[in-house]
């Protein structure tokens, strides 16, 4: 078990810039999620996977948000056209089903400037 | 909308005290979690209680469940330095598996 891993840890980005992340859940996690995190505010939820099938993706996500979870292994969590209030950390956790607990991989630390 | 409200939002104590923090939620719930997190570090987990269960222990860490008050409540016992960090409880409710977390409760354990 290496745990969850995100990539990259920091970005910073120019507003109106593209910007893509990466999350490698454990390898048996069927369940794979994205939140995301603002300064003194719990986790968010954004988005959340079984497999390789999207199965919910929050009100609060604009159309410029998109992930994908291609073959059900790793998943990526793009944001096109970034604006100031992206800034956040984007967390990623997968699991093994309903009832069980999440493990948090540390997350993408993004800054819009 | 965040389901979970901690309280208190902060708390600062010494080194051997205890700490309680509590939870209030919305719904019904599957059940209830307790996480860790350390500055700029992801969640860690701490203890899983079910909507069925009243209390649960793990080590130092003692959780209650009251399902009439839509509460919780995470005690650490003899806390040490490294006790320091956010705690966010986070509800299972029962249409979904999605997790819902509070805005935490940060605590400080000085030495």
């Known amino acids: 078990d290496t745990g969850v891993s995100q990539d990259p840890r920091h970005k910073i980005t120019k507003r109106g810039q593209n910007v893509t992340f990466r999350c490698d859940p454990i390898s048996e996690h069927n369940r794979l999620y994205w939140y995301r995190q603002t300064l003194g505010q719990g986790p968010e939820f954004l988005t959340y996977f079984q497999n390789e099938a999207q199965l919910e993706k929050s009100r609060l996500l604009s159309d410029r948000f998109s992930a994908e979870r291609p073959k059900g292994s790793f998943s990526t969590l793009e944001i096109q056209r970034t604006e100031q209030g992206d800034s956040a950390m984007y967390l990623c956790a997968s699991t093994l089903g309903q009832g069980t607990p999440l493990h948090f991989g540390n997350g993408t630390r993004l800054t819009v400037t | 909308s965040q389901q979970g409200e901690e309280d208190p939002q902060a708390l600062s104590i010494q080194e051997g005290e205890n700490a309680t923090m509590n939870c209030s939620y919305k719904?019904?719930?599957?059940?209830l979690q307790w996480y860790r997190q350390n500055s700029g570090r992801g969640l860690v987990h701490l203890i899983l209680i079910r909507s069925n269960e009243r209390e649960k222990h793990s080590g130092r860490l003692r959780v209650t469940l009251d399902t009439s008050k839509k509460s919780s409540s995470l005690l650490i016992t003899a806390s040490r330095a490294a006790d320091t960090a956010s705690y966010f409880c986070a509800t299972d409710t029962s249409n979904d598996y999605k997790l819902s977390f509070g805005a935490g409760t940060t605590v400080t354990v000085r030495a």
């Open positions: 719904t019904s719930i599957n059940n």
